[in-house]
């Protein structure tokens, strides 16, 4: 079993950032971690992932403007978040994508 815990939500203005954190119980080293977002009234969607070998993947909606990362020593990943949107407004998952964990999420909310 794997305990992620996010932190680093909150409310922003538009335009904003916010950097969200991911603090995993066990190594992370060997596996593929994520970052979902679910919006009210909308499904739990991708935002971007991490291979160990450190390939990145990102949502349509999202390069350009966020960036995620990983510190394995720490067991640790981040999700950087710039320019902000209201329409990224969403409770965000931190995931380990290969062995199906789940963290219980941090809101982010973005409004004047």
């Known amino acids: 079993q794997v305990q992620l815990v996010e932190s680093g939500g909150g409310l922003v203005q538009p335009g904003g950032s916010l950097r969200l954190s991911c603090a995993a119980s066990r190594s992370i080293f060997s596996y593929t971690m994520a970052w979902y977002r679910q919006a009210p009234g909308k499904q739990r969607e991708l935002v971007a992932s991490i291979t160990s070998g450190s390939i990145t993947n990102y949502a349509d909606s999202v390069p350009g403007r966020f960036t995620i990362s990983r510190d394995n020593a720490k067991n640790a990943v981040f999700l950087q978040m710039n320019s902000l949107k209201p329409e990224d407004t969403a409770v965000y998952y931190c995931?380990?994508?290969?062995?199906?964990?789940w963290g219980k999420g941090t809101q982010v909310t973005v409004s004047s």
């Open positions: 995931r380990d994508a290969t062995r199906g964990y």
